[in-house]
C-alpha cells in the first residue's frame, strides 16, 4: 500500500458514515444534515486514533513511523475542528445544550482539546527552533500546573474514556435511531470495536514482549 494511498483511504473512509447520516437526515444541503455528518466524520476520525496509535504494520510500513506520528497529530486537529463545527450547527439550529447528550459531547470534545494540547506542549517531539522555545513553556506548565510528561502521557491514554463517551452521545443522537439509519451506527460501532481491538492487541503484545525478556 503507497504512503498516499494510506493517507487517502485515512480520511476517506469516515465519508462512508457522514454520507450514510446525511442521507437520513434529508441530504444535503440543509444545515441539520451538514451538521450530523460533521459529527459521523469527527467521530469516525476520532475513534480510529487508538488504533493508529498502535501503530500497524501495514500502516508503518507504507508511511514509516514519522508518518504514522503525523497522522496521529493531524487526524484529531481536524476532528476536533469539525466537531466544534457540528456543535455550533446544532446550538444555530436551536438544539438545546444542556440535555444529557449534549452535556456528554461537549464534556468529552473539551477533555479532548485539553488532552491535545497538553500532547502538543509536553509529549510531541519538535527539533530545531520550534523544539527550544518549547523547553521553557515545558518547564513552567511542570513548575506551575504540576504537569509533566507522565502526566500527558496519562491524559493522552485516558482520551480512549473520552471516544467511548462519545460514543454514547453519538448513539443518543436522533440520526442514530436505527429505525431508519440502521447502517450509520453500525458502521461506526464495528469501526470503533476495530480501532479498539488493533489497540488492546498491541497492548497485550507488548504486555507479552516485555514480560518474555525479563
Known amino acids: 500500500m ?3 494511498l494510506v493517507f487517502i483511504a485515512w480520511f476517506l473512509l469516515p465519508a462512508i458514515p457522514a454520507a450514510l447520516y446525511a442521507a ?3 441530504g444535503f444541503p440543509d444545515a441539520y444534515s451538514v451538521s450530523v455528518a460533521l459529527g459521523a466524520y469527527a467521530y469516525a476520525l476520532l475513534a480510529a486514533q487508538p488504533a493508529l496509535a498502535a501503530r500497524p ?3 508503518v510500513k507504507a508511511i514509516g513511523a514519522k508518518g504514522s506520528a503525523t497522522l496521529h497529530g493531524v487526524a484529531p486537529v481536524l476532528a476536533l475542528g469539525l466537531a466544534a463545527a457540528h456543535r455550533a450547527l446544532k446550538l444555530g ?5 444542556g440535555t444529557t447528550q449534549a452535556v456528554i459531547g461537549a464534556a468529552s470534545f473539551w477533555f479532548l482539546v485539553a ?4 500532547a502538543v506542549i ?3 517531539a519538535f527539533g530545531g527552533a520550534l523544539g527550544k522555545a518549547l523547553k521553557p513553556l515545558r518547564a513552567w506548565v511542570a513548575e506551575r500546573l504540576g504537569l509533566n510528561y507522565k502526566a500527558a502521557r496519562a491524559a493522552h491514554g485516558l482520551a480512549a474514556l473520552a471516544v ?5 452521545h453519538l448513539s443518543l443522537a436522533s440520526s442514530s435511531d436505527l429505525s431508519f439509519n440502521p447502517a450509520g451506527p453500525a458502521w461506526l460501532a464495528a469501526w470503533t470495536l ?4 488493533v489497540y488492546a492487541r498491541s497492548r497485550l503484545s507488548a504486555r507479552s514482549a516485555g514480560k518474555a525478556s525479563r
Open 24 to 26: 437520513s437526515a434529508g
Open 164 to 168: 467511548v463517551a462519545l460514543f454514547v
Open 194 to 197: 476495530v480501532s479498539f481491538g
Open 2 to 4: 503507497t504512503k498516499s
Open 122 to 124: 509536553l509529549l510531541a
Open 93 to 97: 439550529l436551536g438544539f438545546e445544550a
Open 57 to 59: 504494520a501495514f500502516i
Open 115 to 118: 488532552a491535545s494540547v497538553a
